[in-house]
């Protein structure tokens, strides 16, 4: 059996005094690797793919410690300009592999840093124009996060002014055709990711599209809030109560451990771990995101907007009297399920308001353990 060797061994590709037969070993060991990694590998346009290595959009992984926040705009890789090429491979092409995947977010070994670029990309790969026409929409909330080791959320209240200014400049590349997010500045002097700008004005981070967010190990996923609102008495409507993240409908968060923020000494009991997001804050949340990408993301108009299984869960709930149908399954509750809380302040876990949505208004879960 060929072992493929490390880089600058004896018989390695790297190395120049390499055999003939030594570089074809090589080289078949590489080719088999990858195909234990990929799948088949059926790449040629136009075949009927069962198991194309880069046709994988769904899952997306998020490591703070390794990971990296870079938005790519570089064309997809295109086939058109081949000739011969059979009717509709311009839009399997598109489907197939986009030059982001090369970079951040797709794979396990280069992952995202954060899970605020992570939600940016969820609408970026379930608005697309190939899902324009006749399309059920479950095919659109099949998006998965997974999430390794310690992870800081930037929860805080996006500003509306500055938004204002940020989201009215689509983004246009530069040459390398790549956007690294920065850190701003804000009026209390502390620094936060601009892509807090992305969250509502209440603030949370909105989990669109029925994301799931998952992890291997509870113990060792952590989710830390980078804002905690200052302790004070709540207020009769609980109006002045926050989250870390915004809920929707079809959504699974399972397997990790939330505490208190980097650094705390004061009460976290007006920040709650879920809450549902409104329709409101989601219709916000994608007109940011056509705005500011919509002139290098082809964004299908009927899709790059709020669904209704994002918000009306389960189904419709029709007035008194009313004979409009409620037999649905076209959306389903959020799903807490086997998560901890452990925080020395007093973090809170779920808070349901149904005001906050319509429909059967429901949340289901298990398994959430709090101190």
């Not at 995202?112 to 697309?128: C, G």
């Not at 701003?184 to 620094?191: K, N, P, R």
């Not at 601009?194 to 981070?205: H, Q, T, V």
């Not at 500011?292 to 709020?306: L, M, N, S």
């Amino acid at each position: 059996m060929t072992v493929l060797l490390q880089a600058g061994d004896p018989g390695s590709l790297g190395n120049q005094n390499v055999s003939q037969g030594e570089f074809r070993e090589q080289i078949n060991a590489i080719n088999d690797s990858i195909r234990q990694m990929g799948g088949l590998g059926v790449i040629n346009p136009g075949d009927a793919v069962v198991n194309d290595p880069f046709n994988t959009p769904y899952i997306i992984y998020v490591n703070q410690d390794i990971g990296k926040d870079t938005f790519v705009f570089r064309d997809p890789y295109d086939y058109s300009t081949q000739a011969g090429l059979p009717a509709g491979v311009e839009e399997d092409c598109m489907k197939r592999i986009s030059q982001q995947r090369l970079v951040a977010g797709y794979t396990e070994s280069r992952p995202f840093k954060t899970l605020n670029r992570a939600i940016i990309e969820t609408a970026f790969i379930t608005s697309r124009d190939y899902f324009a026409g006749d399309v059920c929409a479950q095919e659109r909330t099949r998006v998965t996060i997974c999430v390794t080791g310690e992870i800081l959320v930037f929860n805080e209240e996006s500003p509306n002014d500055a938004c204002e200014d940020y989201f009215s400049t689509p983004f246009v590349p530069g040459a390398d055709h790549l956007y690294e997010p920065v850190n701003i500045t804000l009026e209390s002097g502390q620094e936060v990711s601009e892509l807090m700008y992305w969250n509502p004005s209440s603030g949370g981070m909105l989990l669109p599209r029925g994301v799931s967010v998952v992890s291997l190990d509870l113990r060792k996923s952590i989710i830390r809030p980078h804002y905690c609102p200052c302790p004070a008495k709540e207020a009769s409507d609980q109006s002045n109560r926050r989250a870390i993240f915004k809920v929707t409908g079809e959504g699974y968060y399972y397997g990790f451990t939330f505490m208190d923020r980097p650094g705390a000494t004061e009460s976290h009991h007006l920040l709650d771990c879920f809450q549902f997001s409104t329709k409101a804050e989601l219709d916000d949340f994608y007109l940011k995101v056509k705005n500011k990408f919509g002139g290098q993301v082809p964004f299908a108009e009927d899709y790059i907007q709020t669904s209704s299984t994002e918000s009306q869960i389960v189904g419709p709930n029709p007035d008194s009297g009313s004979t409009q149908a409620t037999d649905t399954t076209a959306s389903a509750s959020p799903y807490v399920y086997n998560c901890s809380i452990r925080s020395e302040y007093g973090l809170c876990g779920i808070f349901c308001d149904g005001n906050r949505v319509t429909g059967f208004k429901s949340l289901v879960t298990a398994q959430f353990t709090g101190v």
